[in-house]
């Protein structure tokens, strides 16, 4: 298997998945569906939506309410897309066998593709 074959739809998912998680309510759905609405303090995000921050998604409750790294890290897409990127390019580079070097000349276009569709993406919503 090559790896350009593998380069576009990755670059995709991880933009579909920035867009998933921050333009859209698929915490709020989820968890009521699920009815774990307790375990992601929805009822507390909706207090917060209504009393703070009106235009706030969750991932933005999340570190202002729960400041930490990994709210950090989640609730901003230029980070989220990051890691994501290269834990994608590392499994990717690893799972065709290809040399490791790869996933240094694979990262940076990735990363910056993914954000680029990303933003684009967001300023059309």
């Known amino acids: 298997m090559n790896l350009a074959d593998l380069d576009i739809p990755l670059i995709c998912w991880i933009s ?3 867009v998933v998680w921050f333009e859209s ?5 989820v968890a009521t569906l ?3 609405k307790w375990l992601f303090r929805l009822d ?12 706030s998604n969750y991932p933005n409750f999340l570190y202002s ?3 930490s790294y ?4 989640i609730s901003c897409p230029i980070c989220l897309c990051f890691w994501s990127t290269l834990i994608t390019v590392s499994l990717l580079v690893y799972g065709t066998g290809y040399h490791q ?5 694979l990262f940076p276009i990735n990363y910056v593709s ?3 569709v990303y933003l684009v993406i967001r300023k059309l919503l």
């Open 44 to 55: 507390e995000f909706t207090k917060y939506k209504s009393d703070v921050d009106a235009m």
């Open 101 to 105: 070097i790869y996933t240094l000349l």
């Open 65 to 67: 309410n729960y400041p």
């Open 70 to 73: 990994f709210t950090k890290l």
């Open 34 to 36: 699920t009815n774990t």
């Open 16 to 18: 579909f998945m920035l």
């Open 25 to 29: 309510d698929i915490v709020t759905t």
């Open 114 to 116: 993914s954000l680029f």
